[in-house]
Nanobody, 122 residues
Framework: VQLQASGGGLVQAGGSLRLSCAAS????????MGWWRQAPGKAREFVAV????????YYGDSIKGRFTISRDSAERMVYLQMNSLKPEDTAVYYC????????????????WGQGTEVTVSS
């Protein structure tokens, strides 16, 4: 599975962005899919995960209530709708395919996209 994240950019605090993750090489239908982020100088942080059927969904505490993960019916795209963005949301965002284990562990994800950069200005 090859993953390509897109949709990042520069946005003012309070604004919104929608990230997309496209898959090639294999359908995503059999994978739970997650979003992670990494700010400069910090460890990679869990953002959200969605089950292969669209359920369940889990979110990191820092973005709960502001971000929404979804996937389309064709199972080749996963999205992250980010609202009420804050400067602390600035990071490179990665989509990843879950391979088993704990949702909140990077080692549980077997395929990673290249990342898309999100910058939130104050």
């Amino acid at each position: 599975v090859q993953l390509q994240a897109s949709g990042g950019g520069l946005v003012q605090a309070g604004g919104s962005l929608r990230l997309s993750c496209a898959a090639s090489g294999r359908r995503l239908s059999s994978y739970d899919m997650g979003w992670w982020r990494q700010a400069p100088g910090k460890a990679r942080e869990f953002v959200a995960v969605i089950g292969w059927s669209g359920h369940p969904t889990y979110y990191g505490d820092s973005i709960k209530g502001r971000f929404t993960i979804s996937r389309d019916s064709a199972e080749r795209m996963v999205y992250l709708q980010m609202n009420s963005l804050k400067p602390e949301d600035t990071a490179v965002y990665y989509c990843a395919a879950f391979g088993g284990g704990r949702y909140f562990s990077t080692s549980s994800y077997h395929y990673w996209g290249q990342g898309t950069e999100v910058t939130v200005s104050s």
